[in-house]
């Protein structure tokens, strides 16, 4: 018996709309970054993309749990001399919810060049209205 290895050509790629209204941000990163990866699927190949776009909306209602909206911040450097800066989570998800959580299904994808194939397969939005209703997504519930 034979081991099936999928082909980059041979993808039957699918398009999912998720609604993160009310899901914790874990959570919700850690299911779209499967469905990315094609983790869902039963052709799954390691070292090939077999993985589906993803549409996630509604980010500004993503939940976080526990106190992290006070004790988590997002860190990154500007590259000069004493350039570390820091934003608490609560502020980043009132501002910038789109980043946190495209940043947040980054974390969780291969980080390597199929990686960084995979992440321009989501599609991230503040509100309820998306660009892609030509593609005709499912909707996903994550719960």
Same mark, same amino acid.
């Not at 999928?6 to 039957?12: C, I, M, N, P, S």
């Not at 980043?92 to 974390?107: I, P, R, T």
């Not at 397969?121 to 499912?138: D, M, N, R, T």
């Given at each position: 018996?034979?081991?099936?290895?999928?082909?980059?050509?041979?993808?039957?790629?699918?398009? @999912?709309?998720?609604?993160? $209204?009310?899901?914790?941000? /874990?959570?919700?990163?850690?299911?779209?970054?499967?469905? #990315?990866?094609? *983790?869902?699927?039963?052709?799954?190949?390691?070292?090939?993309?077999?993985?589906?776009?993803?549409?996630?909306?509604?980010?500004?209602?993503?939940?976080?749990?526990?106190?992290?909206?006070?004790?988590? @911040?997002?860190?990154?450097? $500007?590259?000069?001399?004493? /350039?570390?800066?820091?934003?608490?989570?609560?502020?980043? #998800?009132?501002? *910038?919810?789109?980043?946190?959580?495209?940043?947040?299904?980054?974390?969780?994808?291969?980080?390597?060049?199929?990686?960084?194939?995979?992440?321009?397969?989501?599609?991230?939005?503040?509100?309820?209205?998306?660009?892609?209703?030509?593609?005709?997504?499912?909707?996903?519930?994550?719960?």
């Amino acid at each position: 018996m034979k081991t099936y290895m999928a082909k980059a050509d041979e993808v039957k790629r699918e398009w @999912y709309v998720v609604d993160a $209204t009310d899901v914790p941000l /874990g959570r919700l990163a850690s299911k779209v970054a499967a469905i #990315l990866r094609g *983790k869902n699927k039963p052709v799954f190949t390691p070292n090939v993309d077999t993985g589906d776009y993803v549409i996630v909306i509604n980010t500004d209602k993503v939940a976080l749990t526990g106190r992290k909206e006070e004790q988590k @911040y997002y860190r990154y450097h $500007t590259g000069y001399v004493g /350039g570390l800066k820091e934003i608490r989570y609560d502020k980043l #998800l009132a501002e *910038k919810s789109d980043f946190a959580v495209q940043k947040a299904v980054k974390g969780m994808l291969p980080k390597n060049s199929l990686g960084r194939q995979m992440i321009k397969k989501l599609f991230v939005y503040k509100g309820s209205e998306h660009k892609q209703q030509a593609q005709k997504p499912q909707a996903l519930v994550i719960d």
